[in-house]
C-alpha cells in the first residue's frame, strides 16, 4: 500500500487550561493552516497515532470522533482511554506505517 493510500491521523489533548481532546488527519491539512494545526498538536499530550486506508476513512473518522466525544465527556481528571481499547475500537480501519 502505497503512503497515499492511507491518511496519518493523531488523538491528542490540550495541555492548557481546558485539556480538551482533538483529533487532527495530518495527511489532509490545507497548506495554509498546517503550521498552525501541527503546532497546535504538538503543544498536547499524544493518545494515540496511526494510519487509516483511505477507502474507510470516513467510517474511520466517524469512531474516531466519536472517542474523541466520549472523552472529552468525561472527568477532566480521569479522562483516559488505554491505547489498546482505541485499538481495538479502529482495528478494521488501521493501515501499516510507511516503511
Known sequence: MAVEDKTMFEIYRETDYNCAFHS??????????RETEIARAAKGKTVFTAFVHDENLEAARGVIETIVE???????????????EIRTRLEAFLAPGPG
Not at 487532527?24 to 493552516?33: D, M, Q, V
Open 24 to 33: 487532527i488527519y495530518y495527511t489532509e491539512l490545507e497548506e495554509h493552516a
Open 70 to 84: 466520549e472523552l472529552n465527556d468525561m472527568d477532566e481528571e480521569t479522562a483516559a482511554m488505554p491505547e489498546a
